[in-house]
């Protein structure tokens, strides 16, 4: 007996998400699904832009941490801080 799966609706599907591109590079949220994405961009034979998903952040679990977003907040901060003292 086979059981089969069954999923929910895809969240990229039901919501279009905010693109922030730097280098070959993006990441993309969808605010309603509490989901951020990161991954890599290519342009693809055809001529248009390609994001390949590498790693997705969910919300509730970030924040159900004690340390994920503090550490996450730090980290940004600290490169920011790195990249003024240039």
Do not use: H, P
Request: hydrophobic share 30%.
């Amino acid at each position: 007996m086979t059981k089969e799966k069954k999923y929910a609706s895809n969240y990229w599907d039901e919501e279009k998400g905010e693109v922030i591109e730097f280098g070959n590079n993006f990441m993309r949220c969808y605010d309603k699904a509490g989901k951020l994405q990161f991954g890599s961009k290519y342009t693809n034979k055809a001529g248009e832009t390609v994001y390949q998903v590498k790693f997705v952040i969910d919300r509730k679990e970030l924040f159900d941490d004690d340390q994920a977003a503090d550490y996450l907040r730090a980290t940004i901060n600290d490169w920011e801080e790195m990249l003024e003292g240039e």
